[in-house]
């Protein structure tokens, strides 16, 4: 089995289909001579060329509506943001447009558009360049929202996306680019709306997505050497929710704690709260917790930085407390 970075494991989901379907094509800043703010999309240009690997100006607003008027007329665009956060330029584009238009055209326009780029918080690039926006998109209906961990999960939700005939939201961590993993040889996907159990457990179920699973994986093996069962669920996939996974856990466990980079405030999590509530009370042997971002911009001083966002302490701390 090959051994990627995350960022190698998206460049080969992206040329892979491609190379199957020409229809497809990638557009974003610097997505071409410079390969990428990132480097996800290195060797891309000179395998397919000006007309398929398409750098713009900086002007996200303009480029993702081009890709949403290309997706109407039946092509398949792949929009780079350099981060999400600069995403909030095209809001309307792709909340009015994207989301919307199969709706509003009565189907007769399907938006198969994979709006993609780098998220959360990447060490030290302070408040305008630290944020997690899955909560924000999730919240339009006729979006597709996905947050994979493993290079595995984004070569396989990366595939399924493209394929999608609905707009996506595919948001890579800042800081997993780097990270390596097992990704199987020869093609596969992996459907959207199926969370996956990164870790067995019994006594308790942590819930969590991205890189919150950098603190939450090491905490849960910590645990387990006082004695501590914990079951870790990667959810993967935010819209479509694996509502079955979720609830299927914690039925096991009967204790949930919601680990997420996001603030807590009308966050992801309270959605995965409320569905546990309504769903799986009479499961509960204690209440439901969450760990999020500290309520506060991201600071830039690297120790507020570290103390803001969730961390292998806070966690063991909080489990401690609900397994007591």
Do not use: C
Not at 34 to 61: C, H, W
Not at 286 to 295: A, F, G, L, V
């Amino acid at each position: 089995m090959a051994v990627l970075t995350y960022r190698e494991a998206l460049n080969r989901a992206m040329t892979e289909e491609m190379e199957k379907d020409p229809n497809i094509f990638l557009m974003g800043e610097e997505v071409g001579h410079y390969e990428g703010a990132y480097k996800v999309s290195q060797g891309m240009l000179a395998k397919f060329g000006e007309r398929r690997v398409i750098d713009t100006p900086i002007s996200e607003n303009g480029f993702a509506g081009v890709g949403i008027g290309a997706a109407m007329v039946g092509l398949r665009p792949i929009i780079e943001f350099m981060t999400w956060n600069f995403s909030l330029v095209a809001i309307d584009q792709i909340i009015n447009s994207a989301a919307k238009m199969n709706y509003m055209s009565a189907g007769q326009f399907p938006i198969p558009i994979v709006f993609r780029g780098a998220g959360g918080a990447g060490g030290r690039l302070a408040a305008q360049h630290s944020q997690s926006f899955e909560s924000w998109y999730a919240h339009i209906p006729g979006l597709k929202v996905l947050a994979p961990y493993t290079p595995s999960d984004a070569y396989g939700l990366l595939k399924t996306s493209i394929r999608d005939n609905n707009p996506t939201i595919f948001i890579e961590s800042e800081v997993l680019y780097g990270s390596k993993g097992e990704v199987p040889e020869g093609e596969f996907l992996i459907p959207m709306g199926k969370s996956d159990i990164k870790r067995e457990g019994t006594q308790l179920t942590i819930i969590s997505w991205s890189r919150a699973l950098m603190y939450v994986l090491p905490a849960a093996e910590k645990l387990a050497k006082e004695g501590i069962s914990v079951e870790v669920l990667d959810l993967r996939s935010i819209r479509p929710l694996d509502e079955e996974g979720i609830l299927a856990s914690v039925r096991k466990t009967n204790k949930a704690l919601i680990v997420e980079e996001g603030w807590n405030v009308a966050g992801f999590g309270a959605q995965v709260a409320y569905l546990i509530q309504k769903e799986a009370f009479d499961y509960l042997d204690s209440p439901i917790e969450r760990i999020t971002q500290e309520d506060v911009p991201m600071p830039y001083a690297a120790n507020l930085e570290k103390s803001s966002l969730p961390s292998e302490e806070k966690i063991i701390k909080k489990v401690r407390e609900m397994i007591k």
